[in-house]
């Protein structure tokens, strides 16, 4: 993928998930379950709480952050530092994140790794449906 | 390159490329030495069939970028749920595409 094709999708996810993040801070009556597939087969999915852990996140309560969801931390974390990098890059003119972009996703596509990121991914997703969310 | 080779290898994989890349990939096919058409029968091409499929049933759980090598974009979409489900659907019409697209770059080392 280009560059700036990364970075404008990037940006633009980044958009997307900052007025979503500012939308449920500043309604938090307005509980609307954005995964299709809970509502279409009754189970949680791998990213269910994200938005609750988020914004557990943004509160200061860390512990309770993970565990309602570890992967809202991630995300939360992801939100905060990448407009950071896109900035820098652009400013500097440097390629810093889109070189890091493909060594991490060269290093995620390795066998072993992969493995243990799936095992990891299905591991939390059972802890999910446990929990009930 | 036998034009009887080209035109084998073409007709098997004419449905994994894009339609205005089949003249680009004829050509280049030509002129390329016999050596390295073994290398490009070890390519692994993803049909665009099979990932569509993919898409439409798991495509919630970003597998179907995973399918097709996209392995940052397959975590993005499994770590937002197919972007409230939105990203999913746009899949389901240009993933097929994305195969295509991947499927050349692959091509391309050898072309």
Sequence with gaps: MKKDRLYL?????????????????????????ACFFKSVTGIPCPACGNTRSVLAFLRGDLYPALLINPLGVVMAMLMALLPVWIVYD?????????????????TIALKPVAIIFALLIVINWIWIIKKGL | MDTQKVDMFLMANAKNFKPQHITYIRERLHQMDDSKWNMIHT?????????????????????DRFYIGDTGLGIAK????????????VDWFIIS???????????????
């Design chain 1, 9 to 33: 999708l990037l940006s633009l996810g980044l958009l997307g998930g900052y007025a979503y993040i500012a939308y449920s801070f500043c309604n938090p009556e307005a509980h609307v379950t």
């Design chain 2, 78 to 89: 499994l770590l937002t749920c197919g972007g409230a489900y939105i990203w999913a659907i």
């Design chain 2, 43 to 63: 390519l692994d091409f993803k049909e665009p069939s099979t990932t569509l499929l993919i898409s439409i049933f798991a495509g919630g759980l970003g597998i």
């Design chain 1, 90 to 106: 652009t400013v500097a003119k440097k390629e810093t994140l889109y070189y890091f972009y493909h060594k991490a996703e060269k």
């Design chain 2, 97 to 111: 595409d994305a195969a295509r697209e991947k499927n050349m770059e692959k091509l391309q080392q050898f072309l």
